[in-house]
């Protein structure tokens, strides 16, 4: 605990200091420039480690700097077919967009996928709904359950749409 720090229990906290860090800085965007940037999060299962390294070495090799990044161990998901987590290594890396960064996390999806890891879906705002499918090995059930509480597809997005998880 930081020093001068007291345990509140009870004590009702911001939201901001759990869920959106960032935000307590003025103007934290501003930092990827006018073009924004784009988060890339992968999970790699345990006993893949050398693919995650080789992973983060491209990443550290190329042109696509990240300056802000998250490394987190996982456990288990929950059993929702499109849960993200699986035991392994996850990393979140926050890249502006710059020419060939689309190509370059295509290469990043292919170790990835070959390694049996998975893109987040949360935060995906580029891969194919192929390259989706192929790292949620339950996607064909989670359309089973789509399928009965939707049935009509009403429920949709450009997101969906793209990712093919719509009718």
């Not at 860090?21 to 103007?27: I, R, Y």
């Not at 299962?45 to 990044?69: D, W, Y």
């Not at 979140?92 to 020419?99: E, G, L, N």
């Not at 192929?134 to 429920?155: I, M």
Request: net charge positive; hydrophobic share 35%; with cysteine.
């Amino acid at each position: 605990m930081a020093q001068g720090a007291e345990r509140q229990r009870g004590a009702v906290q911001n939201i901001t200091a759990f869920y959106q860090v960032l935000d307590l800085f003025g103007d934290w965007n501003r930092v990827y420039g006018s073009r924004g940037f784009l988060q890339y999060q992968f999970v790699v299962p345990f006993g893949e480690e050398p693919t995650f390294r080789r992973v983060l070495e491209k990443i550290a090799h190329s042109p696509h700097a990240s300056g802000l990044n998250v490394l987190k161990r996982f456990g288990e998901g929950n059993a929702a077919p499109l849960s993200f987590p699986q035991p392994g290594w996850t990393i979140t890396v926050d890249f502006p967009i710059a020419r060939g960064l689309h190509r370059f996390c295509s290469e990043l999806d292919e170790l990835v996928l070959g390694a049996g890891g998975r893109l987040y879906l949360a935060k995906e705002s580029r891969a194919s709904g192929e390259t989706i499918r192929r790292g949620y090995p339950r996607f064909d059930e989670w359309r089973k359950v789509r399928d009965t509480a939707d049935p009509e597809g009403v429920f949709t997005s450009d997101m969906a749409r793209r990712l093919e998880l719509t009718k």
